[in-house]
């Protein structure tokens, strides 16, 4: 257990530093404005527009790096800060938005698999570890059979939960991709924003390959405590 621990907070001290590194990249691309003038905005209305997009709205949400794409409804929700700013970071993740409505208009496999999945993690992100530790105790209680199943089926929703994770890493760097591949080819950046594009969006990918490393961690920890009983 000690070991598991260890690991955890291996991983929440890559993550913490992760994620440090992303706002403070994205505070000082923010400051390296476009020689285009585009906005957040325009630039993804640009992006949908090359690709034969017409069925997309791009639109303002309120927060801070609460961009994401919802393809219930064809949106691209820009956080205001990148809706309305005029610089690298903002480029870079209004295209990256409109990499996944790209993804979605090409049935892109890896995007249909996740979205599959969507509805299952819902549930099974919130009630997997409760789920597993009433059939622990269970188990305690009358040796292994109900409850030994009920622990299995709580680590059956971990595990979806844990896949569902690893998913979304070719969707994300698939999306980034895509963005920085049109970026280039549009001319809608210069050499130098470009770089600056290209390095946010790495980081950005990053907290995702951090997240589903720690859930691979979280899993398999309780399939040490489940299976690994005597």
Aim: charged residues 15%.
């Amino acid at each position: 257990m000690g070991t598991y621990y260890l690991l955890l907070g291996l991983i929440a001290l890559v993550s913490w530093m992760v994620s440090s590194t992303l706002k403070r990249k994205f505070a000082k691309y923010s400051k390296t404005h476009l020689r285009n003038g585009m906005s957040g905005a325009e630039i993804a209305e640009k992006m949908l527009a090359d690709h034969g997009i017409n069925n997309v709205r791009v639109v303002s949400v309120k927060g801070r790096l609460t961009d994401h794409y919802n393809p219930k409804d064809r949106t691209v929700n820009l956080s205001e800060a990148v809706y309305h700013e005029r610089n690298a970071a903002a480029a870079a993740v209004a295209a990256h938005e409109c990499g996944h409505a790209v993804q979605h208009a090409q049935a892109y496999s890896w995007l249909q698999t996740r979205s599959m999945l969507v509805p299952i993690v819902n549930v099974s992100s919130s009630l997997s570890m409760w789920i597993i530790l009433a059939g622990l105790m269970l188990g305690f209680g009358a040796g292994l059979g109900l409850g030994f199943w009920v622990a299995v089926l709580g680590f059956g929703l971990m595990a979806v939960a844990t896949v569902f994770s690893f998913v979304t890493l070719p969707v994300e760097y698939d999306a980034s991709n895509r963005a920085l591949a049109w970026l280039k080819n549009r001319n809608i950046v210069s050499r130098e924003e470009y770089k600056d594009a290209e390095d946010a969006l790495k980081w950005a990918a990053r907290t995702y390959l951090v997240a589903a490393l720690g859930a691979l961690a979280t899993l398999m920890y309780w399939a040490l405590q489940i299976f690994g009983r005597d």
